[in-house]
């Protein structure tokens, strides 16, 4: 089992950056695969990114291509959702999730408590 906890949420301006960080327990980080999740208010938690358990193989939803970056450092046990130009529709809570040697797309069993990212135009 794992835990996970994400930080590095908060308010910033279109066309700021942010860096979230999710930090996870476990001896066995390495074998997770882990994702990044958001949901704004009103509408339903939607995947935004995923990168597989060794870091080869990443995965973005088409509307934060180019701008978003996942990457992980299994020896620090974290993974990190670099955001670049900001706009006020990535507002949401963002959620880490993970699972074991799981597909990039698919059932995540374990999952953080969020960190609000809100972008003011």
């Known amino acids: 089992q794992v835990q996970l906890v994400e930080s590095g949420g908060g308010l910033v301006q279109t066309g700021d950056s942010l860096r979230l960080s999710c930090a996870a327990s476990?001896?066995?980080?390495?074998?997770?695969?882990m994702g990044w999740f958001r949901q704004a208010p009103g509408k339903e938690r939607e995947f935004v990114a995923a990168i597989s358990w060794r870091g080869g193989l990443t995965n973005y939803t088409d509307s934060v291509k180019g701008r978003f970056t996942i990457s992980r450092d299994n020896a620090r046990n974290t993974v990190y959702l670099q955001m670049n130009s900001l706009k006020p529709e990535d507002a949401a809570v963002y959620y880490c999730a993970a699972h074991i040697f799981g597909t990039l797309r698919g059932q995540y069993d374990y999952w953080g408590q969020g960190t609000q990212v809100t972008v003011s135009s």
């Open positions: 476990g001896r066995t980080f390495g074998a997770y695969t």
